[in-house]
């Protein structure tokens, strides 16, 4: 403190040495105002860096979230499971949240069932989970808009169909909607596989949503997607009925798929 005081005059008026000890971290001394409290070094470091990790995922939460493209529908809500299937379905989802967020690695989370029981909501509950807890990016599109994105790049300036692939190729998770229902018109089935190809060699997962069952799925995807989709895959079969028509209960304003990446 003489010291201290030798560099700034007035000094030892204002601030002092305190000791003290922290029960995590031990025996300290600090320089403080005069009249402060004693505290812990290691603790207020370890508090600033938690504050300064929190504020950084927030920030970027909110520009996660204007790219991802989530239906307004299912902002803020969630997937309700009371019955046993419902159950298993919201399990298979966090399996695969967990193996995804282990390691960079291609894995496929494929929904199926008819419409109104929910795939489209525990996709995007999953969605703002991997947004908010681990920061990673997702997209979510049906397959059909995704094509017509791409075909729209055709004849303008400045754009290319290579660049329109390349930008779904960016995110951590796609999410494809009504990956059943693409129109047979064009090169629409022969980019779906080239997207599908390129996110599978550059391990990039993603979560397919369809109205039929697995087994004919290769009908409407093509033999090359279907089996790719089958590497790593994790199941949702909903089989329960419509949502809208009384089937099962309807989405809370409640996220409970949490995590972050270990």
């Known amino acids: 403190m003489d010291h201290l005081q030798n560099l700034i005059p007035g000094l030892a008026g204002r601030m002092s040495m305190l000791s003290g000890t922290c029960e995590q971290h031990?025996?300290?001394?600090?320089?403080?105002?005069?009249?402060?409290?004693?505290?812990?070094?290691?603790?207020?470091?370890?508090?600033?860096?938690?504050?300064?990790?929190?504020?950084?995922?927030?920030?970027?939460?909110?520009?996660?979230?204007?790219?991802?493209?989530?239906?307004?529908?299912?902002?803020?809500?969630?997937f309700v499971a009371e019955t046993p299937e419902q159950k298993a379905v919201r399990r298979q989802a966090r399996m695969f949240r967990d193996f995804i967020l282990a390691e960079p690695t291609w894995a496929a989370l494929i929904m199926i069932g008819t419409t109104g029981t929910g795939k489209t909501l525990l996709a995007c509950e999953m969605a703002?989970?991997?947004?908010?807890?681990?920061?990673?990016?997702?997209?979510?599109?049906?397959?059909?808009?995704?094509?017509?994105?791409?075909?729209?790049?055709?004849?303008?300036?400045?754009?290319?169909?290579e660049g329109e692939i390349l930008r779904f190729?960016?995110?951590?998770?796609?999410?494809?909607?009504?990956?059943?229902?693409?129109?047979?018109?064009?090169?629409?089935?022969?980019?779906?596989?080239?997207?599908?190809?390129?996110?599978y060699n550059e391990q990039k997962p993603v979560?397919?949503?369809?109205?039929?069952?697995?087994?004919?799925?290769a009908k409407f995807v093509g033999d090359r997607v279907h089996s790719r989709l089958h590497e790593n895959a994790f199941i949702c079969?909903?089989?329960?009925?419509?949502a809208r028509k009384g089937g099962m209960p309807q989405p809370a304003n409640v996220l409970p798929i949490t995590g972050r990446r270990p």
């Not at 300290?28 to 990790?53: H, I, K, M, N, S």
């Not at 599109?141 to 290319?160: D, F, H, P, V």
């Open 26 to 78: 031990g025996a300290a001394d600090v320089l403080a105002r005069t009249g402060a409290a004693w505290f812990c070094p290691r603790c207020l470091e370890d508090q600033l860096a938690t504050e300064a990790r929190d504020s950084w995922m927030a920030e970027r939460a909110a520009t996660l979230m204007a790219t991802a493209s989530i239906p307004a529908k299912y902002v803020g809500q969630h």
């Open 128 to 161: 703002q989970s991997l947004i908010k807890n681990a920061a990673r990016s997702v997209r979510y599109i049906t397959a059909n808009g995704m094509i017509s994105e791409i075909q729209a790049s055709y004849g303008r300036e400045g754009k290319s169909e």
């Open 169 to 199: 190729l960016q995110y951590d998770v796609l999410i494809l909607d009504e990956i059943d229902a693409i129109r047979a018109t064009g090169n629409a089935s022969l980019l779906l596989t080239e997207i599908i190809n390129r996110r």
């Open 207 to 217: 979560i397919a949503i369809s109205n039929q069952p697995l087994a004919d799925l």
């Open 237 to 242: 079969a909903h089989t329960w009925g419509d």
